[in-house]
């Protein structure tokens, strides 16, 4: 252990190991990480549209299909894969990379039957399809319900990862550093919406994968190149494995002999291969049919050619933890068993604070471990990084569900600067209640997180899955005369819907009704429009004519001296008929759109590829 201490920094006290950074060059490194994310951020933002219901959520329909699939990639990878992927690596081997390669299989689903459904639908969050779909209440809420839940244990387990790897490295007050992560993030989030988030995911995605390459290229030097991680992971043993009259099984502390082997034994393994085959397929299904952020960001492309490309793109990216996450996790235990893979109560306290284990150190600990002085502090940067995407992407997906799904329903005649204001301010609630939920998930164990993150989608997804699956496939679960049948997929028939009054961008414009969210009066108002992109522009295709706004807002008046509620509703019908004879006239009907021959058979091609080579990774590592 003193060599160990001298070569790579580790100081030790009585109680816990000391693995914080203390160079000047990597908090310099990790300032201007912050700086650039932020100046990048504010050019997102002033260079995007975004005073749309249609701009905030769906980034007006205008991604290119690189910009989606770099934007999933980086919103589904958050600091528990690169903590929980790393950490069960070097406890079982990369059995647990093959989750990340079941997904891929749903992909081909996503991309090539529900996104076109949705899109046909003319939706943006899945509980409106159902809606949609179904035309009953209780399968609405029940599908509200679940998404709020799964949205809330996914900013769980990324502040709970997020602040350990934080306070472990940075060697800070855990509260200053998320305060400056989650204000860098809000900025961007609550004024630039979808656009300016994906932009600024593309940039975080590069440097995750950037700093990700650099880590997995200094540790597999280290340990030989990958025959040398073949030979010597099994023999990553702990010194220590006993104390007093007690003695570790050797099963608690020897790696698995089948550990670069994804299909394992039914009895024996882990992860059976029955479970990776069909039970872990069941639950990727959910990313292919019912994930609110993957489907959201689809939904925001230009065209069908730019979705698939989209799809296939984030395909080719989902191959990659396997290599840059799991597989450095296991380095880490070659080079440091008496840390990463402490089986002495005792010992493991002294490391990590913990007495079960400190397997979830495994990936912070090869970054302290073997990276050079200032690209430890890039490598804190790829962590927040990774922290960054994922929180923003969830802001703004739940920011959509809240707003659509929730608050229309209270204020159904809410105008669409409040649809705008309502939504940013709940982007801001959830900017708060991460910051207060820091002191549950410290005192909350944190090793085995991502297992239960696992377990819960494990329970739960499979009953929404069934749900969305009955819902396209089988055509007889139905409500009478409405619905969205299998049938009808290719169809360029527009579909029925339950609620023709409510379309999701048929909103009454911003001038239409008096009240708090008028057209403002005050400078600070019109700052703050301004600011967040809702101020009126010229030649505007959202705002009425001169004549039909006078008439409304005649109307309006009439109906406040008359004070009757026929007249309300009167006035709502002629607004919302108003607003969908526009919608019809701009809204983007990807059937409609002529795909090129020649690229949809490059798309096919390329989709044909990642087939193949994810049946080879398969075969390889069987």
């Known amino acids: ?28 490194v990790m300032t201007s990480y912050f700086f650039l994310v ?47 992927l790393a950490g069960m690596g070097a406890a079982s081997g ?47 809420f029940f599908s509200v319900c679940f998404f709020i839940l799964y949205i809330s244990s996914r900013i769980s387990m990324e502040i709970s990862f997020g602040a350990m790897y934080l306070k472990m490295v940075w060697n800070t007050d855990i509260y200053q550093t998320v305060l400056i992560v989650v204000t860098i993030t809000g900025l961007y989030t609550i004024t630039g919406g979808l656009a300016a988030v994906a932009c600024v995911e593309a940039l975080q995605a590069g440097i995750m994968l ?59 393994g882990d992860i059976p291969w029955p479970a990776l085959i069909l039970g872990a397929t069941t639950v990727s299904l959910f990313y292919g049919c019912a994930d609110q952020i993957s489907v959201q960001r689809l939904l925001a492309g230009k065209s069908r050619l730019h979705m698939k490309g989209g799809c296939l793109l984030y395909g080719y990216l989902k191959l990659l933890p396997m290599f840059l996450m799991v597989m450095p996790g296991m380095i880490s235990r070659i080079l440091f068993p008496d840390q990463v893979a402490c089986v002495v109560p005792s010992e493991c306290q002294k490391f990590c604070g ?58 159904p005649t809410a105008t669409e600067k409040e ?103 005050t400078c600070f108002w019109k700052l703050w429009d301004l600011f967040c992109g809702l101020d009126s522009q010229s030649g505007s295709e959202i705002g009425p004519g001169n004549s039909t706004e006078e008439k409304i807002k005649a109307i309006w008046e009439q109906m406040e001296s008359s004070d009757t509620s026929a007249s309300l509703e009167a006035l709502a019908r002629r607004m919302a008929a108003r607003k969908g004879d526009e919608h019809k006239e701009r809204v983007k009907d990807w059937s409609d759109v002529s795909e090129s021959p020649f690229w949809k058979r490059v798309v096919n091609v390329i989709g044909a590829l990642l087939f193949a080579l994810l049946i080879a990774a398969h075969v390889f590592y069987a």
């Open 38 to 84: 932020l100046f990048f951020g504010m050019w997102a933002v002033l260079s995007q549209r975004r005073g749309t219901v249609e701009d905030f959520f769906l980034a007006g329909q205008n991604l290119s299909w690189w910009l989606m699939g770099i934007s999933i990639y980086s919103s589904n990878t958050g600091s528990g894969h690169y903590m929980g």
């Open 419 to 521: 649809i705008m204001v309502a939504g940013r301010f709940f982007v801001i609630i959830l900017l708060a209640v991460t910051i207060v939920w820091i002191p549950t998930m410290e005192v909350a164990s944190s090793e085995a997180l991502f297992e239960y993150m696992l377990v819960f989608k494990s329970c739960l997804t499979p009953s929404v899955t069934a749900v969305f699956l009955l819902a396209v496939f089988c055509k007889r679960v139905n409500e009478q005369l409405h619905g969205l049948c299998w049938s009808l997929r290719n169809s360029r028939q527009r579909r029925l819907s339950l609620n023709k009054e409510m379309k999701w961008k048929v909103f009454p414009s911003s001038t239409s009704q008096q009240g708090m969210f008028g057209e403002a009066s």
């Open 1 to 28: 252990m003193d060599s160990l201490k001298s070569d790579h920094g580790f100081t030790r006290d009585s109680s816990t190991v000391d693995l914080s950074i203390h160079s000047t060059m990597d908090t310099l």
């Open 354 to 411: 913990r007495r079960t284990g400190c397997s979830t150190l495994a990936y912070p600990v090869l970054v302290l471990g073997v990276m050079p002085s200032g690209l430890k502090g890039f490598m804190m940067s790829t962590v927040c990084a990774s922290i960054m995407s994922s929180l923003t992407s969830i802001f703004n997906s739940s920011s959509a569900l809240l707003t659509l799904n929730i608050y229309t329903r209270i204020r």
């Open 94 to 140: 990369i059995a647990v990379g093959a989750l990340e390669w079941n997904t891929i299989f749903t992909l081909f689903v996503l991309g090539w039957i529900f996104v076109p459904m949705y899109s046909k639908a003319e939706v943006v969050t899945l509980p409106e399809y159902l809606k949609k779909r179904f035309g009953s209440l209780r399968i609405q």
């Open 210 to 268: 950037f700093g990700s390459a650099l880590l997995v290229a200094y540790a597999i030097q280290e340990v030989g190149g990958y025959q040398g991680l073949v030979n010597k992971y099994s023999q990553a043993i702990p010194n220590v494995t006993q104390q007093g009259n007690w003695t570790a099984k050797p099963q608690c502390y020897m790696p698995r002999p089948d550990a670069f082997h994804i299909f394992r034994s039914c009895v024996s």
